[in-house]
């Protein structure tokens, strides 16, 4: 059930029961049921006063582990403590990621460094146990709340994308930069820039889906509109956006000269609301399907697949932690769903994506893992945002400022580390009739010797013509 996605994405993340994921699972949801059944018994044995020793118990047993984590001799060179309480609470003992996070929001610490580079050495100062906030918020997602980020019915979804797009185009264009492309870029070049890098990305989509002059494309998750408007522009296509974030929407309109022309639109719609009579030769999803949500994902897709004209290609970009994940890339895990993406339960290993496209009747045509241009992207990222942070130091809370370093710093190394990557991925609908020689034109060099044109050698091959 969609109020349980956390409990169903920490077993998609493991590979063993005793893996991170599932013992997290275990621990919180067996603390429950132990706290419960011994409460009843206590109370059936007419012991009413005892009822509550058995909680009391577990929550002691884990304070005290939670209180004498491993000392850190060397955190005094990363980190100083601007309060007494918390240096009296942490002054030379690791601190537990999730506390890490709140004491920085709270200015409550600071880094004696730049935070990239304190981030650099996080094993030195900090560890990965969960912390109560944590197990609080964890907990938050057993049942429906409004602290549970996992429900995904339309007006939820309308409000979490509201919550974080809606904040501020200048927000977002402090750290995004020119193209405001808020997905991961692809660095062909080393001088590439990012928006060079970003261009790449798009021309690399746009070939991908095969676009070609007078193509009807639908661009779902359009953020603010950079890939539609590249698409009309250069493949000179017939373009739709669609995006919950009316701040998005209004910049698209503004930047996208062809807007309202017939040649490109943007409308503020969920994905599920696109009527079902409008056909595209091509859809893309960039970084989107995520906030969709486990339980929602085949419903997505059935969307897609209804949409999509039955000799067109479906492009979907997705980021999504690995399998076997360890506790580092769990804490990080649980800062991106806290703080950043709280929906964002889809973020899944590479083979649930896969078991998903070929469930809803998609045929995979190609994967590319990107992962490394994602964490150059955040990088890039990361520069922009210390560069301009100053600026909007006098419109935005010094907690979001502070969330912001912490956010694209953290998120840098953990892409580099593989806690986290980027998949491209093409598709088209599973028919007998679809003509698969079209695949041949954007699979790389693998069909034609080194450096041959970008359609191939092999695309010239009598039989495909």
Request: charge should be neutral; charged fraction near 25%.
């Amino acid at each position: 059930m969609p109020a349980n996605e956390k409990v169903a994405l920490a077993m998609l993340l493991s590979r063993n029961w005793s893996d991170p994921g599932n013992m997290l699972n275990i621990g919180i949801i067996g603390s429950i049921v132990t706290s419960i059944a011994g409460g009843v018994a206590l109370f059936k044995a007419d012991k009413k006063w005892a009822a509550p020793l058995p909680l009391f118990g577990i929550m002691g047993l884990y304070e005290m582990k939670h209180r004498f984590t491993e000392k850190a001799p060397l955190q005094s060179k990363y980190i100083s403590f601007k309060s007494k309480g918390a240096e009296k609470r942490w002054g030379g003992r690791k601190i537990p990621a999730a506390t890490l996070t709140t004491l920085y929001l709270d200015d409550e610490i600071e880094f004696n460094m730049d935070v990239l580079e304190a981030l650099e050495n996080i094993d030195d100062f900090v560890c990965y146990m969960p912390s109560w906030p944590t197990i609080k918020f964890l907990i938050n997602q057993l049942y429906p709340n409004s602290g549970n980020s996992s429900l995904k019915d339309k007006k939820t979804t309308k409000r979490e994308i509201a919550d974080h797009y809606d904040r501020g185009n200048d927000f977002f264009n402090a750290f995004l930069g020119e193209r405001m492309v808020y997905t991961s870029a692809v660095f062909e070049n080393d001088d590439d820039t990012l928006e060079s890098a970003q261009d790449n990305k798009m021309r690399k989509i746009c070939e991908k889906l095969r676009l070609k002059p007078g193509d009807k494309m639908l661009d779902i998750g359009c953020g603010w509109g950079t890939l539609v408007g590249y698409a009309n522009k250069h493949f000179q296509t017939k373009t739709t956006g669609v995006t919950l974030s009316k701040e998005g929407a209004k910049w698209s309109r503004e930047h996208n000269p062809g807007c309202g022309q017939g040649s490109c639109d943007f409308l503020v719609t969920d994905y599920r609301d696109i009527p079902e009579t409008e056909k595209f030769n091509a859809i893309s999803s960039v970084e989107m399907a995520e906030h969709v949500g486990l339980a929602n994902f085949q419903t997505y897709l059935n969307k897609v697949k209804t949409n999509l004209e039955d000799d067109g290609a479906f492009y979907i970009q997705v980021a999504g932690l690995r399998k076997g994940s360890d506790w580092k890339d769990i804490a990080w895990g649980l800062f991106m769903g806290e703080y950043i993406f709280p929906g964002a339960d889809a973020s899944t290993p590479l083979n649930w994506y896969i078991l998903q496209l070929e469930q809803a009747g998609l045929e995979v045509e190609s994967i590319e893992n990107v992962g490394i241009h994602y964490s150059l992207t955040l990088h890039e990222w990361y520069k922009n945002w210390m560069k301009n942070e100053p600026s909007l130091s006098s419109k935005y809370p010094g907690s979001l400022c502070r969330l912001w370093r912490l956010f694209l710093a953290w998120s840098t190394i953990a892409s580099r580390r593989g806690t986290a990557t980027c998949w491209m991925i093409c598709c088209h609908k599973q028919l007998d009739q679809f003509d698969r020689s079209k695949m041949i034109k954007n699979q790389g060099s693998m069909c034609g010797k080194p450096g041959s044109n970008k359609w191939t050698d092999a695309a010239k091959f009598q039989q495909f013509k």
